[in-house]
């Protein structure tokens, strides 16, 4: 019999027995293991069973000792190990004292998932240093300068763009063909959304289908990429990789007002187009390298290190979880920028990946040579180490209160020690602060006297690290067609899947990260991009590839997951889009960015672990811009599949519940913009079939079917003629609002082909 158990980090459910997902195990890894070794394994494991019983391993757990099973996969009340460590037995362990609630709900909440441990058990941890095996795994080895083959063959549409060349040598290879392009109405909503997440206007389809040059498209493409709503986009896809929030995440979720200077620093980089490894080394050491100057980028550049200021918190004091936060730093930094788990490592050598424990703390050593801002907490009511947004020299001397960021500054410099199992008071030899082995192991110079925050930057960033490009690349390839050619977008490592086009994925990173030939902008065809990201979106949707319609259903018969990528998949708008083009289509949009939530004044803070922090600003703003508590997730983006914020959400999986239909139907915020979108299509014109044209371009970015015209006229006068309790002036009005609520509602207006 195979048992479902719901699982709290996807909506998949996961399925006993079956190896766990990248992010069940690092919730192992990270959180559970390190409660099971301290407590546990002295007498429960490879050396000594009392009772019997043997803990280190998913096969002795369910075997169990003399008293049985010790969990029941799925089932918290039955799992023996829950009710001893709950204190709700005659047995009373651990023997030094009983765990925390923190740990006890650790638990509870491992088994269940169905108590999955990665790898089956005790013995499947890696030994030893970095191998040959390690040392050939392809993500690992130099970026390919793959030459690009000439198109043979193909459709005569598929040429110029070297994207094209890469797609359609696999598709014949299967005997396969690309799918014929989109319609422009379904290729301008498909790029408007893709660029800046909102819908087209009639005016910006009308422009595009009377352009008939050869450029219209790439001008589409130009346009959307010159919108100040671009960065609000794609400075929202990076927010959900770094797991930003607008609180802390400890036990009260204390509010961090300042970290929304953190969202708009990124917003802004992405309008700006700023170098991506630029933007990598501002976020890692941005104080660091504001002290070198210039003047005019010091304050963003400080502001830049909430990257790492925004780790989670943990306890009720923060400070005394300082090595969970420093996990957390670690955790984010390595799957965000280098597709890699490191916090695996931080108990033992990681069990499937060349990262040691050495290495782990390696890099731990250089955050906890840094200092956090702290944010406040249950103990201590009031944030602390602030970082002013001018020099020192300056501080000391502008009278009145000086602007402070959410962000890391220097502290003492210090190598870390192991810490046995993960476990800060049980510590082993030091480490020296230094890179991965695997990427170099390049060690801080005896003289340095900082962090080593600059240096790290500079090693994720250099042309030799081929991780970073083709990380990056893989999520702009991801959030054009769904899924990255790389499947697992936060896991490049053994357990993550495999690049689809392993050639395209090189030929991508080494334009992307080639520096851009003098005295030239880049083209899309030839020569390095200098890590722009706004040229990489170019090459891409301009090539053939990108502008194919979805609705070809030999290609689906053909290659049902669209592996191969012979047509578009149609996918639907996330959280963020959907709100987002809500608004706009009902003419409620405030299109000026962001500004700060209104958190109750400093003074009045007291939240507490039984009374935290909890509250919802409604805004009219983009979602990007929507206040984002940590523990207790915004309802609309928990209905809608939003990112996780406690940890980086390389891709938001959507999911399809009644809740969701019942929204439309009944929320008041649907009914307002319904009843906003009715409006202006009444003010427009007078004549039926005018106003629906008008609606359905507005939602759908094409006009009513002669069809949709009968039923929708048809439609209106059955609503306006039941409604014989309401004015008569207001019948009007209120049909073509429930009117215009059904387009809002249609599949066709939250899915992009």
Same mark, same amino acid.
């Given at each position: ?226 919108? $100040?709503?671009?960065? /609000? ?5 990076? @927010?959900?990789?770094?797991?930003? +929030?607008?609180? =802390?995440? &400890? #036990? ?122 702290? $944010?406040?907490?249950? /103990? ?5 180490? @602030?970082?002013?947004?001018?020099? +020192?020299?300056? =501080?000391? &001397? #502008? ?27 049980e510590l082993g030899p030091e480490v020296p602060r230094r890179f991965l082995e695997i990427l170099g192991g390049d060690v801080l110079p005896k003289t340095e006297t900082g962090s080593g925050r600059r240096q790290l930057g500079e090693w994720i960033t250099r042309p030799s690290n081929p991780l970073t490009p083709r990380v990056m690349v893989n999520r702009i390839w991801q959030h054009h067609f769904g899924v990255g050619l790389v499947a697992t977008e936060n896991d490049f490592g053994a357990r993550g899947k495999r690049p689809t086009h392993p050639e395209l994925l090189d030929y991508l990173a080494v334009r992307f990260s080639s520096p851009r030939p003098k005295g030239e902008k880049g083209s899309e065809v030839n020569g390095g991009l200098g890590w722009s990201v706004k040229a990489m979106h170019r090459l891409i949707m301009l090539s053939q590839t990108y502008q194919q319609g979805s609705g070809d259903a030999k290609a689906s018969a053909a290659d049902p997951e669209n592996h191969l990528l012979g047509r578009f998949t149609r996918r639907r708008l996330d959280a963020e889009a959907i709100r987002d083009a809500m608004l706009s289509v009902g003419g409620n949009l405030d299109r000026t ?161």
């Amino acid at each position: 019999m195979t048992l479902l158990i719901v699982n709290p980090f996807s909506s998949a459910p996961v399925v006993v027995g079956q190896e766990p997902s990248a992010e069940v195990a690092r919730f192992f890894e990270n959180e559970v293991r390190p409660v099971l070794a301290k407590a546990c394994f002295k007498c429960h494991g490879s050396r000594k069973q009392k009772s019997s019983l043997r803990l280190d391993g998913r096969a002795w757990l369910l075997q169990g000792g003399e008293r049985g099973p010790a969990v029941v996969p799925g089932d918290v009340a039955k799992s023996l190990l829950i009710a001893v460590v709950n204190g709700k037995s005659e047995i009373k362990m651990p023997p030094q004292g009983k765990l925390t609630p923190e740990q006890i709900a650790t638990l509870k909440k491992w088994v269940a998932l169905g108590a999955p441990w990665p790898g089956g058990g005790a013995g499947a941890v890696r030994a030893g240093g970095l191998t040959a095996k390690d040392r050939q795994f392809w993500a690992f080895q130099p970026l390919a300068r793959s030459a690009v083959s000439a198109l043979r063959g193909g459709p005569k549409t598929w040429f110029g763009n070297p994207v094209d060349a890469f797609i359609l040598q696999k598709l014949q290879a299967k005997g396969l063909s690309p799918s014929a392009p989109a319609d422009r109405r379904t290729l301008i909503r498909r790029a408007t959304f893709d660029l800046i997440g909102l819908p087209p206007t009639p005016e910006e389809i009308n422009a595009f289908l009377a352009d008939n040059s050869p450029e219209a498209f790439s001008k589409v493409v130009d346009r959307l990429l010159a919108s $100040p709503h671009y960065g /609000e986009r794609w400075g929202r896809h990076w @927010l959900d990789v770094v797991r930003y +929030a607008d609180t =802390a995440g &400890e #036990t009260a979720d204390y509010p961090v007002p300042q970290a929304r200077l953190y969202r708009d620093y990124v917003i802004d980089s992405f309008n700006k187009d700023k170098p991506y490894d630029e933007f990598l080394r501002e976020q890692i050491a941005g104080d660091v390298l504001a002290a070198a100057g210039p003047r005019e980028k010091y304050a963003s550049r400080v502001i830049a290190t909430g990257f790492l200021a925004i780790s989670r918190r943990f306890g009720f004091d923060p400070q005394n979880y300082h090595h969970l936060t420093i996990q957390d730093t670690i955790d984010t930094l390595g799957q965000a920028t280098l597709g890699l788990t490191l916090g695996c490592a931080r108990c033992h050598d990681h069990k499937y990946d060349p990262v040691s424990r050495e290495d782990y703390y390696a890099l731990y050593g250089i955050f906890a040579s840094t200092r956090y801002a702290f $944010p406040g907490s249950e /103990e201590k009511k009031r944030p602390a180490d @602030l970082v002013p947004l001018v020099p +020192a020299k300056e =501080a000391k &001397e #502008t009278k009145g209160p000086i602007a402070v960021a959410y962000a890391v500054v220097e502290g003492k410099q210090q190598n870390a020690r192991v810490q046995i199992r993960g476990e800060p008071r049980e510590l082993g030899p030091e480490v020296p602060r230094r890179f991965l082995e695997i990427l170099g192991g390049d060690v801080l110079p005896k003289t340095e006297t900082g962090s080593g925050r600059r240096q790290l930057g500079e090693w994720i960033t250099r042309p030799s690290n081929p991780l970073t490009p083709r990380v990056m690349v893989n999520r702009i390839w991801q959030h054009h067609f769904g899924v990255g050619l790389v499947a697992t977008e936060n896991d490049f490592g053994a357990r993550g899947k495999r690049p689809t086009h392993p050639e395209l994925l090189d030929y991508l990173a080494v334009r992307f990260s080639s520096p851009r030939p003098k005295g030239e902008k880049g083209s899309e065809v030839n020569g390095g991009l200098g890590w722009s990201v706004k040229a990489m979106h170019r090459l891409i949707m301009l090539s053939q590839t990108y502008q194919q319609g979805s609705g070809d259903a030999k290609a689906s018969a053909a290659d049902p997951e669209n592996h191969l990528l012979g047509r578009f998949t149609r996918r639907r708008l996330d959280a963020e889009a959907i709100r987002d083009a809500m608004l706009s289509v009902g003419g409620n949009l405030d299109r000026t960015p962001g500004g700060p939530h209104p958190f109750p004044p400093v003074e009045k803070w007291g939240f507490t672990q039984h009374d935290p922090f909890n509250a919802i600003y409604d805004t009219p703003k983009r979602s990007v811009y929507l206040m984002t508590p940590r523990l207790k997730r915004h309802p609309y983006l928990a209905l809608f599949d939003g990112p996780d914020s406690n940890a980086s959400t390389p891709r938001r999986l959507p999911t399809t519940v009644p809740t969701q239909a019942l929204f439309f139907m009944n929320d008041p915020f649907v009914h307002a913009q319904a009843a906003g979108l009715a409006k202006r299509v009444l003010a427009a014109a007078n004549d039926a079939e005018k106003r629906l044209t008008l609606a359905f371009t507005l939602t759908l970015a094409r006009p009513p079917t002669p069809e949709e015209t009968r039923e929708s006229v048809a439609f209106l006068d059955r609503y306006q003629n039941a409604l014989t309790s309401v004015p008569r002036a207001e019948r009007e009005s209120r049909a073509w609002a429930a009117l215009t609520r059904t387009l809002l509602g249609r599949n066709e207006f939250l899915f992009v082909d």
